[in-house]
């Protein structure tokens, strides 16, 4: 079998990331891959894929996008990949970040007319005018646009283009024959189902990860530098300025003093914390590779993920396979992640306080908690799961790729 996957960027981000161990997952199962990016690694391809770089030669500014000319110059290139590579099925990922270069929703629906397609939704973007959660906004269930409430959020249109926008992805998904959605968390498939999605394969396979790699490292906290007698909390996230990740909130957990002594580890960019009483602050900055980023887990005796909205996070799934717990909201797809009182503690109480009393729970059964959460993710979120899982809804798809390749080779 042969699939190409699509993703705008190779490695950088949440959803490369993810696409990238699905990708691993569907290789070592015995598929071939082609891999379709805007961004790519410097150097060789960053994975078992054969890489095909695809972009417009000009890249516009984000207040003019969509461009059709850029647009079509990309589907166009698409079109000659697929003749190349032949695949049997496509595999969607984010393509949202490749607007400025010309990628649009269109290459989804070409693919579609082809082979079986699989949109992976990663964010909601798919189903929106514009935005990749939306909050409580109601309205991308049936229009979006006219009463947009975050109009200059990331990935930016301008406020005129939003309803032009989700209309055409509505014509996509409305036309297009050979196309599915899988969703990494039950809550990202009821949005999808609420929306444009309604009526189409929404299927639920969550992301997977090698615990091989991320798995509990030995004296992690003393080859960091850092006390290993001390209650250990991590903070992490790529932007900590992003209102969703919810960095006030644990900033308001930690201030309430009310763990005790603390050491507070933050991995990622703009994460500078206050000083307070009883809590000392260890910055890591950015840290790259699996082995690094387990160590930092290994080191802490509970992570905060204070998200007021997320999907199905890396960052937990690679903190829980390293054995330690997490403390945040049951919100979006953490419930399908975290079993309060089991393998972590999620607060119905999406504040500061109700994470305190959740990062406090941890920390009192921070061992116990911290191997039944491994044993949640090797039971549950492994490439083998999710590949197999994955061969079967193409499986059961409409199979024209392989009348597609003949015909064309």
């Known amino acids: 079998m042969r699939v190409l996957l699509i993703s705008d960027t190779e490695a950088k981000g949440g959803a490369a990331i993810a696409a ?46 969509p461009v059709p000319a850029l647009e079509d110059e990309v589907n166009g290139a698409l079109r000659g990949i697929l003749d190349e590579f032949q695949p049997d099925a496509v595999s969607v990922h984010n393509i949202h970040g490749g607007g400025k270069v010309g990628w649009n929703v269109n290459m989804v629906g070409l693919c579609a007319k082809r082979v079986p397609t699989v949109w992976t939704l990663h964010d909601a973007w798919s189903f929106t005018g514009r935005c990749a ?20 959020g990331y990935p930016f249109l301008d406020r005129s283009r939003i309803s032009r926008e989700f209309s055409r ?28 999605w309604q009526g189409r394969e929404v299927r639920v396979i969550p992301n ?13 906290a003393k080859r960091l530098g850092i006390d290993p007698a001390r209650r250990t909390v991590l903070l992490c996230a790529a932007d900590f300025a992003d ?49 690094r980023k387990s160590l930092v887990y290994s080191a802490a005796h509970v992570m905060l993920h ?27 797809g953490m419930p399908d992640l975290v079993t309060t009182g089991e393998n972590g503690v999620l607060s119905e109480d999406v504040s500061g306080p109700g994470l305190a009393e959740a990062m406090g729970r941890c920390l009192r059964n921070s061992r116990s908690m911290g191997v039944a ?11 083998q799961q999710l590949s197999e899982r994955w061969m079967e809804l193409v499986g059961g798809m409409r199979p024209c790729a392989r009348t597609h390749a003949a015909t064309s080779a």
């Not at 998904?173 to 498939?189: D, G, I, K, N, Y």
């Not at 997977?208 to 992690?220: G, N, Q």
């Not at 309430?256 to 009883?278: F, N, S, Y």
Request: aromatic share 6%; with cysteine; glycine share 10%.
């Open 20 to 65: 990238a161990r699905m990708a691993r997952a569907l290789a070592e199962a015995g598929v071939e891959l082609g891999m379709a990016v805007n961004d790519p690694v410097e150097g060789p391809a960053a994975g078992p894929w054969e890489r095909f770089v695809l972009r417009s030669a000009r890249t516009a500014d984000w207040s003019e996008t």
């Open 169 to 196: 992805k509505q014509r996509v998904l409305h036309t297009a024959e050979q196309l599915a959605a899988v969703t990494p968390s039950r809550w990202m498939a009821e949005l999808a189902r609420k929306g444009i």
């Open 208 to 220: 997977c990860l090698d615990a091989t790699v991320y798995r509990p490292r030995e004296d992690a």
């Open 373 to 383: 959460a491994r044993q949640h993710v090797l039971e549950n979120f492994t490439g």
């Open 243 to 291: 209102s969703r990740k919810g960095f006030d909130l644990a900033l308001e957990a930690l201030a309430t003093g009310k763990c005790g002594p603390l050491q507070a580890l933050v991995m990622g960019r703009g994460g500078d914390l206050p000083e307070w009483p009883g809590v000392s602050v260890v910055p890591l900055g950015f840290v790259d590779g699996p082995e």
């Open 306 to 332: 204070p998200a007021r909205e997320d999907n199905l996070p890396n960052a937990v799934l690679e903190s829980m396979a390293c054995g330690t717990p997490v403390a945040g909201f049951a919100v979006g």
């Open 133 to 152: 959660f939306p909050g409580n906004c109601p309205e991308y269930a049936d229009t979006c646009g006219k009463r947009c409430p975050s109009p200059d």
